[in-house]
């Protein structure tokens, strides 16, 4: 793909909302600059007064004004870039701190079908490395570019004056490298594409294997894994390394073009312009002078060129995360809680996976009667999980509408529907952090007698009142050092703090012993006392004292009422579960 001729303005457009949230600085950096520019175009000149008056002349009493000279011309320029470096990093830290933020703001009330799509090592890249490219627009590909053309601009004109034949041959050489750099700054966002990618997979790689270390030991898989970390890191160090050596091939022509084939030809051009009496020795010195200053500024011109073309494939893949929008995440609704309260109701809800003509949930209406117990079974596959997701608003319906009174799901603000409406899961997510910081996850001010509260209704008090750090115990990566009942008391206790009306339970027991379950349930139904409860389980145990149940099957709702009735009539839901597990948890019993 070829890239814009005016990608440099193009990419201004897009980045302007987030390099000029602070118009002080990039004012600031703006006067240094120019300041500098103006600063730069005077050591020539000190030279041609020293070449004339004090070589040429022979007044070796005027060295003490072109030493004078060179000292102020150097402290100036000292202070100056001293103050540019220091208004570049504070501007530069300011828009990676904003940046970073918006991002992760982004990906935290992302739509969830969005943000299953996303993959893992592509977000941590865009989040830690791709910032950079934009953190340092501004200075790069901005003001170096644009006070580069400037600058150029009015040397050369000063060039034309000194002698215009000589200065025709060097722009001439100028536009040779322009050449050079344009076949390979293709090459280079090219190769910077590919090794995006490249990178992307092995963090996607690394963060799995991370992740699921104890599944792969426990398989005997650690030979397989090394094997698929060999492989893509060495396709990863392949576009390591052919990256790199288009960008050295780039350095090392343009070195070759600015100190042997230009300055060669320039001097023996000059030589035969000075033997023609077209020009003297002191002006093809001071010339010379102005030239290598012209080439340094045309080289930051080309070398912003190939870097812009590097750095478009991280810029754009940042942009595409900053311009999405969830369409359904409204923030006009404040103190709604109140009017949440109530039945939740499914009208006509149906609901299909992006790229999928098939229905997974069909055309399903039922009402779920606030303060009540609620039982959702069926077989695996029937669609259970996928109906607690549209509950939440973690998916939106196809076609009809889910109501939390008479409010719509997708019209609840994320952070109000969170405390109204939550979840537990299977593998609940937990740190390695301290139990307190876990629970603080949730409510990062909430009050120690407000900790203990909850942790008493999940039943876990008790537990970490009887380890020797309580509260401040570490349990490890996804809370390995707990058991499998702790974790899940841990997670109500930690959802309890966020003090929903509506808590939902999805296989919260499936992967328990007997004695965990039995505590978890207890815990499931001292809240149901206070809250509407939702629960999903294959285990009768579990769901035995609910009020209501409902049978799902490929998507629909099949059956439901009062969980004693369908345990004493239902045929499919006999058939869900096991016929002595059943007689052995009787409802009411």
């Not at 992307?200 to 790689?205: G, R, Y």
């Not at 055309?363 to 077989?379: C, F, H, M």
């Not at 695996?380 to 889910?402: D, H, M, W």
Request: charged letters at 20%; aromatic letters at 10%.
């Amino acid at each position: 793909m070829r890239m814009p001729k005016s990608a440099h303005l193009q990419y201004l457009k897009k980045l302007r909302p987030f390099i000029f949230n602070n118009k002080k600085v990039a004012i600031g950096l703006i006067v240094i600059k120019f300041t500098a520019m103006l600063v730069a175009l005077f050591p020539p000149l000190v030279y041609q007064y020293y070449i004339n008056q004090v070589i040429t002349d022979g007044q070796l009493q005027k060295l003490i004004y072109v030493i004078l000279g060179y000292v102020l011309l150097f402290i100036i320029q000292s202070l100056l870039v001293i103050f540019a470096r220091y208004a570049e990093t504070k501007f530069m830290n300011r828009i990676r701190v904003d940046l970073k933020q918006r991002l992760l703001d982004i990906y935290s009330s992302m739509y969830y079908i969005d943000y299953e799509r996303e993959d893992i090592g592509e977000m941590r890249l865009r989040v830690e490395s791709d910032t950079n490219a934009i953190c340092s627009f501004y200075a790069t590909h901005c003001l170096n570019y644009i006070f580069a053309i400037l600058y150029s601009a009015i040397v050369i004109v000063i060039l034309f004056l000194m002698n215009w034949y000589l200065i025709l041959f060097g722009c001439f050489m100028i536009v040779l490298s322009y050449f050079i750099t344009k076949v390979l700054g293709e090459r280079i966002k090219r190769t910077s594409e590919k090794y995006r990618t490249d990178q992307s997979e092995f963090d996607t790689t690394i963060h799995e294997a991370l992740q699921n270390w104890k599944e792969i030991k426990l398989n005997n898989l650690e030979d397989k894994e090394v094997m698929l970390l060999s492989e893509k890191w060495s396709l990863l160090s392949k576009s390591i390394l052919k990256s790199t050596r288009y960008r050295f091939l780039h350095g090392a022509l343009v070195a070759f073009n600015l100190f042997f084939i230009t300055r060669m030809n320039l001097y023996f051009f000059g030589g035969l312009l000075i033997i023609n009496d077209l020009m003297t020795v002191p002006t093809m010195l001071v010339f010379m002078n102005y030239y290598e200053q012209l080439y340094s500024n045309i080289q930051t011109i080309l070398n912003s060129t190939v870097s812009l073309n590097g750095e478009i494939p991280q810029i754009d893949r940042v942009l595409s995360t900053l311009e999405y929008v969830n369409p359904h995440r409204v923030t006009d609704m404040v103190g709604v809680i109140e009017q949440l309260q109530g039945d939740i109701r499914l009208e006509n809800v149906s609901f299909r996976y992006q790229n999928s003509d098939q229905d997974v949930i069909k055309n399903i209406n039922a009402a779920i009667t606030q303060y009540r117990s609620l039982a959702i079974v069926g077989e695996s596959g029937s669609g259970k999980t996928t109906l607690v997701k549209l509950l939440v608003g973690l998916y939106q319906p196809s076609e009809g509408a889910i109501y939390l009174n008479h409010t719509e799901v997708q019209r609840v603000p994320d952070e109000i529907k969170c405390r109204f409406i939550n979840i537990v899961m299977q593998d609940p997510q937990l740190f390695n952090m301290s139990i307190l910081e876990n629970l603080l996850m949730a409510k990062y001010n909430a009050t120690m007698e407000e900790i203990d509260d909850v942790c008493k209704m999940a039943n876990i008090y008790e537990f970490i009142q009887s380890i020797p750090e309580k509260y401040d115990t570490l349990i490890g990566e996804k809370g390995v050092k707990l058991s499998g009942g702790q974790k899940q008391r841990l997670a109500i206790a930690r959802t309890l703090l966020l003090n929903p009306q509506i808590l939902i339970f999805d296989e919260a027991t499936s992967s328990l012993d007997s004695e965990n379950e039995s505590i978890v349930v207890k815990s499931i139904r001292d809240l149901s006392k206070f809250k509407t409860v939702i629960t999903i389980s294959h285990r009768f145990s579990t769901i035995s004292k609910s009020d209501d149940v409902i049978i799902i099957r490929d998507g629909r709702i099949i059956e439901r009422g009062q969980l004693e009735r369908v345990f004493n009539e239902s045929k499919p839901f006999a058939s869900i579960f096991n016929n002595n597990n059943m007689l052995n948890n009787k409802p009411g019993v």
